[in-house]
Nanobody
Framework: QLQASGGGLVQAGGSLRLSCLAPGITFSKYTVAWYRQAPGKQRELVAAMSIGRTRNYADSAKGRFTISRDNAENTMYLQMTSLKSEDTAVYLC?????????WGQGTQVTVSS
């Protein structure tokens, strides 16, 4: 079970850093990703990072969010800056290796305008 943290209430234009601990796996062998789900909307991919550290971002996240990983600590991060009200959602972390996929419980991010 992944353990996400770092969410909270922030004003528009502010920043947050999400963390996700992935205990009990060989973390370096997994692709990592952050998703988000807003009320009434489908879950969407925000950012992903391969084992080779190639990063991919949703258009809405480009230039504002940065995904990173610390394989020694089995932890992934999502640094979010210039937050907008439309970034309000539950953010979920995911690790995947082949057909194996694990999800965190989600952390709420609320951006007030």
């Amino acid at each position: 079970q992944l353990q996400a943290s770092g969410g909270g209430l922030v004003q528009a234009g502010g920043s947050l850093r999400l963390s996700c601990l992935a205990p009990g796996i060989t973390f370096s062998k997994y692709t990592v990703a952050w998703y988000r789900q807003a009320p009434g909307k489908q879950r969407e991919l925000v950012a992903a990072m391969s084992i080779g550290r190639t990063r991919n971002y949703a258009d809405s996240a480009k230039g504002r969010f940065t995904i990173s990983r610390d394989n020694a600590e089995n932890t992934m991060y999502l640094q979010m800056t210039s937050l907008k009200s439309e970034d309000t959602a539950v953010y979920l972390c995911n690790v995947k290796r082949g057909s194996v996929s694990y999800w965190g419980q989600g952390t709420q991010v609320t951006v007030s305008s």
